[in-house]
């Protein structure tokens, strides 16, 4: 199969991306390009990121980067041994978190201006929970984006904006971005 070309507008140019049929391998291909990813959100010096589902960091590493010492990472998973290897890559920045998303999110309301929801939602009995979760805990004006992995994106879609949020855009049509109203 040949790969689907999206073109994106990037700084005022329109540029082809070649992106993979197959969910395997566009979960490969944004993995590989998780910066641009990330940009694309954006992710700023200062800001504080929450990454739910976190897994090994393969979004909470870069984000780190991108946020310096002025910012911070709360990056959640259900398994430690993903937050013990987040932890031993000793950035000061990155704040391991342990949760399953069967209870609150424990942060602070409005404390976070980006939310992370990256092939998490199909592991969630309650995945609506969270995505209400994350609307508490990202400020007025902030974002969520989303990969919505093995879920129907129009049912996320729907979903994220009756919890609150509104479409902005997406990263090659993979990743939606919504602001928190």
Known sequence: MRPRRVHRPRRGTVEAMEIPDSEREQKRWLAERAKEVLACVPIRMGDTVVDFGCGTGTYALPAAGMVGAEGEVHAIDCNPERLRSLEE?????????????????????????????????????????????????????????????????????????????????????????????
């Not at 729907?158 to 919890?163: K, L, S």
């Open 89 to 181: 890559a000793d950035l000061p920045s990155v704040n391991p978190i342990s949760g399953d998303g069967s209870s609150e999110i424990p942060l602070d309301d409005s404390s976070c201006d980006v939310g992370l929801l990256y092939d998490v939602l199909q592991k969630l009995d309650e995945g609506r929970s969270v995505i209400a979760q994350m609307r508490r805990v990202i400020r007025t004006g902030g974002v969520l984006s989303i990969y919505p992995m093995h879920l129907n994106a129009q049912q996320i879609h729907r979903e994220v904006v009756e919890e609150g949020f509104s479409y902005r855009d997406s990263f090659a049509g993979l990743v939606p971005h919504f602001i928190r109203e």
